[in-house]
């Protein structure tokens, strides 16, 4: 695909997306009706909501979860149904381009990963931690603060 319509095809997936924010609830229950194809769960909140009609935008566009994710999910379902402990297993090394987000005091915070330190709310930071810090006001760990690592880790490290 050529790059200017690749870049075409970003550009109006965005705008879609960030039309959302101005639609009533009846009509993003509608457009949840359009891309899935079944009613929208009762008692949704309209953020769930507005998040899931974007990333089905985004994942009919750019495609959907790698067959790995796909399948730790599954696992993790079934883990959770049957009443088993949740284990994801090590922490993988986060890539360029992965979104960290973490909720902290009612407010979600996104983190996207660089080659070279990570991007807060358009500013460049060196590390997760210092992000971390930013966002509570004291000492964390940013992988701990983000999920990547668990405390037992952290304190084998």
């Given at each position: ?67 790995a994710t796909r399948k ?26 992965t979104v960290l987000m ?44 983000f999920g990547l690592r ?8």
């Amino acid at each position: 695909m050529p790059a200017s319509k690749t870049f075409h095809s970003r550009s109006s997936i965005a705008k879609e997306i960030a039309r959302l924010d101005s639609l009533a609830v009846k009509e993003l229950k509608n457009r949840w009706r359009e891309l899935y194809g079944s009613e929208p769960p009762r008692g949704v909140s309209r953020e769930l909501l507005t998040r899931a009609i974007a990333y089905r935008i985004q994942e009919q566009a750019f495609g959907g979860l790698k067959p790995a994710t796909r399948k730790l999910l599954e696992r993790l379902a079934t883990d959770a149904a049957e009443g088993r402990p949740l284990r994801l297993g090590p922490a993988t090394p986060t890539t360029a381009g992965t979104v960290l987000m973490r909720e902290w005091q009612g407010t979600t915070h996104e983190v996207k990963v660089l080659d070279n330190g990570v991007l807060y709310k358009r500013t460049r930071y060196r590390s997760l931690s210092e992000v971390a810090r930013l966002i509570t006001g004291v000492r964390w760990s940013g992988p701990l603060f983000f999920g990547l690592r668990k405390r037992e880790q952290e304190a084998g490290d």
